[in-house]
């Protein structure tokens, strides 16, 4: 069974940071694709960042020089860190892995978790930026 257990999320000014973390169990960076996705109340889920442990990363153009992808293979766990946030940033954000590779949201789906490209979903954390 894999388990996707998000946690760094919280309420922040604008231009404040925070530092998303999931731990993973019941697979291996080294076999999986780790991202994170988006949804904010009203909109689409967004793909938002990815890494690949040959170190092949993936940001939206809307995050690109204000987040940033790591992994700790160790720990199993992949991070999320977010810097200059802007309150279009507010969102449910999720821990994703796929045993192929993480893409793009095609399509319109209630919820991230309903999106057939990805193998498994975490709970997701609640960022909230203010103005």
């Known amino acids: 069974q894999v388990d996707l257990v998000e946690s760094g999320g919280g309420l922040v000014q604008a231009g404040g940071s925070l530092t998303l973390s999931c731990t993973a169990s019941?697979?291996?960076?080294?076999?999986?694709?780790m991202g994170w996705y988006r949804q904010a109340p009203g909109n689409e889920c967004e793909m938002v960042s990815s890494?690949?442990?040959?170190?092949?990363?993936y940001y939206a153009d809307s995050v690109k020089g204000r987040f940033t992808i790591s992994q700790d293979n160790a720990k199993n766990t992949v991070y999320l860190r977010m810097v200059s946030l802007k309150p279009e940033d507010t969102a449910v954000y999720y821990c994703?892995?796929?045993?192929?590779?993480?893409?793009?949201?095609?399509?319109?789906?209630?919820?991230?978790?309903?999106?057939?490209?990805?193998?498994?979903w975490g709970k997701g954390t609640l960022v909230t930026i203010s103005s």
């Open positions: 994703a892995a796929d045993r192929s590779v993480l893409t793009e949201v095609v399509g319109t789906y209630p919820l991230c978790r309903d999106y057939y490209g990805v193998d498994y």
């Open positions: 019941g697979l291996t960076f080294d076999d999986s694709d």
């Open positions: 890494i690949k442990s040959i170190g092949r990363t």
